[in-house]
């Protein structure tokens, strides 16, 4: 019997096969990335061709992805070489549009995992294509468009503002009424007299001026995607020091869209720091569920330096966990 059921995180999606068996061709479940549906597909002739592609929708007919990945096919358990495709960039449609050749016999288990380094929506009539990371659902607000120019115009303009930030930087106006609905720490701040209610200013010399002027657009629902996407990681630590819960979710579920090799280790540090329970599965899954530890083999010695012990212990127990024999 085949699994057809394929695991993603990240960028990334892995369909096990445990026995391909006298098959010619079985196809996965559909599995989301970006904002289609996809299928695995491997026809045994010749060759092993295996296929990727959109499912068949109004969506994938109309904004076809335009794709840039890189699939790789390895047997489970063997100390075997995975094979490594080329980089392929093209638009997707239906299951014609790609094929990969492998020229080798796999029986079972197998895995077959593809990457996205890039995905787009194809433009309709012409144009340039449309990235789909990093998106901006994260940034949605229940407030109304109205109501959202208004506090922009609040905060630009700094109608009746009553509080001033000074950053390492530089300073900012902003409202007390803002940061305390936003915030229980500044909420305490300005109820009690403290200082920072006394004087109406707040230091935060561990941000820029830039980050945090991030921050507080953010606060005011007016922050941009690109800035957010620029500032996550300053906009982290004041989430998890001013007890902002729904910037920190924001945060982390941002940080878990492009876990890559280049940033994966940095990404579990920070989780561990901040306690993120999601992105650090999801960096423990993307090294050692998809394999992906052995491309910063050279970077480990290095984080183990400064990796708490609870974490080391983490990852040592995902290490059996993902490599006990079959």
């Known amino acids: 019997m085949v699994d057809s059921k ?8 892995q369909w096990r096969i ?6 010619s061709y079985i196809k996965s479940e559909p599995f989301k990335l970006g904002i289609w549906n996809w299928h695995f597909s491997i026809e045994k002739n010749r060759y092993l061709y295996i296929r990727l592609f959109p499912e068949q929708s109004r969506l994938s007919k109309e904004q076809p992805p335009l794709a840039r990945f890189v699939l790789r096919i390895s047997s489970s358990g063997n100390g075997r070489q995975p094979y490594i495709s080329p980089v392929h960039e093209r638009q997707l449609r239906t299951m014609d549009d790609f094929a990969w050749p492998v020229n080798s016999n796999f029986n079972g288990p197998f895995i077959i995992d593809v990457e996205f380094l890039d995905l787009k929506i194809s433009p309709i009539n012409g144009g ?25 115009r609040m905060l630009d303009e700094g109608i009746h ?3 001033t930030i000074n950053t390492a930087e530089g300073s900012l106006k902003a409202h007390k009424a803002i940061l305390s609905a936003n915030s229980p720490v500044f909420q ?22 830039e980050s945090c002027t991030a921050l507080v657009s953010y606060l005011y629902g007016t922050t941009k995607q690109e800035d957010f996407w620029k500032h996550r990681l300053a906009l982290l630590g004041a989430a998890n020091k001013y007890d902002m819960s729904d910037l920190k979710d ?15 280790l940095e990404r579990l540090q920070e989780a561990g720091l901040y306690q993120l329970p999601k992105l650090k599965k999801g960096c423990m899954l993307y090294l050692f569920g998809f394999g992906k530890i052995y491309d910063v083999r050279h970077e480990i010695d290095s984080f183990f330096k400064y990796a708490d012990r609870e974490l080391m212990t983490e990852m040592f127990q995902e290490v059996l966990t993902s490599w006990k024999p079959a």
């Not at 394929?6 to 999606?13: D, K, N, Q, W």
């Not at 445990?18 to 098959?23: A, D, H, K, M, T």
């Not at 998106?135 to 208004?150: A, I, V």
């Open 6 to 13: 394929v695991e993603t995180i990240s960028r990334l999606a």
């Open 188 to 209: 305490s701040m300005f109820n009690h007299d403290l200082k920072e209610n006394m004087s109406s200013t707040i230091d935060i010399q561990d941000m820029s001026l």
């Open 18 to 23: 445990e026995n391909f068996g006298p098959c």
């Open 250 to 264: 924001a945060c982390e579920e941002s940080l878990m869209e492009d876990i890559n090799s280049g940033n994966v």
């Open 161 to 163: 503002a009553d509080v």
């Open 128 to 152: 340039e294509a449309t990235p789909v990371w990093p998106t901006g659902g994260l940034m949605q607000t229940l407030s109304t468009q109205s109501t959202l120019r208004c506090l922009s």
